[in-house]
């Protein structure tokens, strides 16, 4: 799994080294509920990715490539200086009703498999989180518009996440925690950071994650720390990587480093990038 279009570089599907023998995810960042000042719409959703990711991209990547699939991520930290935030909504069914029908047009438009959760402000009592965007997943998912649901909790969100992990999970398919906000750099407590998150979340569904030019552990070490995640008996399902805009400077190194690395266990699980 890969953001791509958050930063305002121009980047495109194709600059990304993407192997057919895995499933391929980019998530598209970000679909968010705000007009372009930053202010809250009740739940309806915009797209605000860089505007070079459009439809007949989309489309042509996804004909291209049997194995990739389209998301888009839901918030994130900010647009443009406005910090964003998860708020109460007045009315939560009609916050879940916009929230449906925005993203389902979202996700028609551009022809997208799913969405990824990426709220990374809560207010104190943030309880109408896991009911509200619960439900649009497990809407989205029974009416057949999306197919895949992900989340992307950090150490100061995870109590909102297993919430909504807690009540939904089942219509959750991956967990792409954020594990670079662990702010772990070894190996070894990369293995610890992830011993304990698969304890909040299933053990399977937990990605191992890496951020270019980021924190956390940075270079091979995240080769070496997935290893010693799977010397210790866990299941690599794949990883997720922030972000393509990132890589663009460095020829999408832990890209192809990170495919190579599943594709070579794919005979014995099934990973996805
Ligand atoms: C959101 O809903 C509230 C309450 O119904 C309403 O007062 C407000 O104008 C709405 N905001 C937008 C941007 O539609
Ligand atoms: C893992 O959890 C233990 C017990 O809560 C804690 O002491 C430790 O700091 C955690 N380590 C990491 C790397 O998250
Ligand atoms: C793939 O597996 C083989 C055999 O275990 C190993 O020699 C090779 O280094 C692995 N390649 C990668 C990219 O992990
Ligand atoms: C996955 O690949 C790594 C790197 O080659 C290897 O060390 C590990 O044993 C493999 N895991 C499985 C389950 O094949």
């Known amino acids: 799994m890969e953001y791509i279009g958050a930063t305002g570089v121009s980047i ?3 600059s990304v080294p993407i192997s057919q023998s895995i499933d391929f995810h980019f998530i598209l960042s970000f679909a968010i509920d705000a007009d372009s000042s930053g202010n809250p719409q009740n739940g309806t959703f915009s797209p605000y990715w860089s505007s070079t990711l459009t439809p007949k991209a989309v489309k042509s990547i996804k004909s291209i490539y049997s194995n990739v699939k389209v998301l888009a991520s ?5 647009l443009g200086q ?6 109460n909504p007045h009315d939560q069914n009609l916050w879940i009703s916009n929230a449906f029908f925005s993203l389902k047009s979202i996700i028609e438009t551009y022809g997208l498999d799913g969405i990824d959760i990426d709220y990374e402000r809560f207010p104190k009592h943030h309880e109408s989180f896991a009911y509200c965007i619960g439900e649009v997943i497990a809407r989205l998912k029974k009416k ?13 969100t995870v109590i909102p996440y297993i919430e909504l992990y807690t009540r939904y999970g089942d219509h ?6 954020q594990f670079y906000t662990d702010k772990v750099k070894t190996p070894e407590t990369y293995l610890e950071a992830f011993r304990n ?12 994650s890496y951020e270019v030019n980021g924190r956390g552990i940075q270079g091979d070490a995240f080769f070496e720390a997935l290893k010693l995640v799977e010397d210790n008996g866990f299941i690599i399902s794949g990883a997720m990587i922030f972000s393509a805009d990132a890589s663009l400077s460095n020829g999408f190194y832990y890209e192809k480093k990170t495919q190579a690395y599943l594709v070579n266990n794919s005979t014995v699980t099934s990973g996805n990038l």
Do not use: M
Request: proline fraction near 4%; charged fraction near 15%.
């Open 172 to 177: 959750i398919d991956y967990v792409n925690y």
């Open 82 to 87: 406005k910090v964003l935030s998860w708020y």
């Open 144 to 156: 057949g518009v999306i197919s895949v649901a992900t989340i992307a909790p950090f150490y100061t």
């Open 74 to 78: 839901l918030s994130g930290w900010s």
């Open 12 to 14: 495109e599907f194709t």
């Open 197 to 208: 998150r698969t304890q909040q979340f299933d053990k399977n569904k937990v990605l191992p």
